[in-house]
């Protein structure tokens, strides 16, 4: 009979990131062994990989890293919160954005293949985690900002979680604090009112086009005289363009000027932002 004690059962769950029963099952087959034992986990874990393939995957975290006018974020997903609180992913999670921002890269793609140790690239990391956590892991999504000053922001939407929303904003003429301050508050308008474009110009023309068609198809249904729906049509496409583009948007801090006035006002330009939330 295997002989281990509690303090080898919890070494060994802080190591690998299993759970108790699993844990004590390798002990029992590795014969009190542990080395032995985090290889059975591992092998066992490998094996239901390919079950775990279609899982849903809606927890997870954000991570960003800022530098030298360069923003990096990485968001990392599981299939619970309990996961996602536990250091063993978190640990995961700063590991792949690491090798992000030393590899340069800004599709996730691209990141499974670089190196995070020689012989060891990001996909094969998120392999092993997969198979000790017991639940798929994937790498969602990664952005890269590159400005004279790249503002950045990671919420929490709850405390017992990690970040949840993640935010990089770029700017030129962040000469002070003052102004790297304002650029800031843009970061954190941007995480709570989520727009899909920097400027009017930056909506993809296919959007546009089919909100002009709903906008035009509802002004019909609605009745309203013919000779009245282009304007009609034109004043919904702009309370989009409102709702929905950063520059146009209502500043969060002061509803009566957009964003873009805010940030002329001081001395700004905004050149690009990053917004990620887990699993939006």
């Known amino acids: 009979m295997a002989t281990y004690t509690a303090t080898d059962i919890k070494a060994l769950r802080e190591r690998t990131g299993a759970g108790m029963l699993d844990v004590k099952k390798a002990l029992d087959e590795a014969e009190g062994d542990s080395d032995r034992a985090v290889e059975i986990l591992r ?4 094996k239901g990989v390919t ?13 960003g890293h800022v530098a030298d006018g360069v923003g990096v974020l990485v968001e990392v997903n599981c299939e619970t919160d309990f996961v996602a609180k536990s250091e063993r992913f978190q640990a995961l999670a700063r590991q792949v954005l690491d090798a992000a921002v ?35 892991i994937v790498l969602r999504r990664v952005a890269r900002v590159e400005g004279e000053h790249v503002a ?8 017992d979680l990690p970040p ?16 790297r301050q304002v650029a800031r508050d843009v970061a ?23 909100e002009r068609r709903i906008a035009e198809e509802t002004a019909r249904n ?4 013919e000779q009245a729906v282009p304007r009609i049509v034109e004043g919904r496409v702009k309370g989009y363009l409102k709702d929905n583009v950063l520059l146009e948007q209502p500043y969060s801090k002061d509803n009566k000027r957009t964003v873009g006035a805010v940030l002329t ?11 990620f939330r887990v699993g939006a």
Request: charged letters at 20%.
């Open 102 to 136: 030393a590899a340069g890269v800004a599709d996730a793609e691209a990141l499974a293949g670089v190196d995070v140790t020689p012989g060891t690239t990001v996909a094969a990391l998120l392999d092993e985690a997969n198979a000790t956590l017991g639940e798929k």
């Open 164 to 179: 949840q929303i993640g935010v990089l904003f770029a700017v030129s003429g962040a000469s002070d604090d003052d102004k």
């Open 265 to 275: 006002e001081a001395g700004l330009t905004a050149t690009g932002f990053a917004r």
């Open 188 to 210: 954190l308008h941007i995480a709570a009112l989520s727009p899909v474009a920097l400027g009017a110009d930056d909506v993809d023309e296919a959007t546009l086009a089919a």
């Open 222 to 225: 609605e009745g309203k005289p």
């Open 152 to 159: 950045s922001y990671l919420h929490r939407t709850s405390p």
């Open 51 to 63: 079950k775990r393939e279609g899982r849903s995957t809606v927890n997870g975290l954000v991570a």
């Open 43 to 46: 092998v066992k874990g490998l």
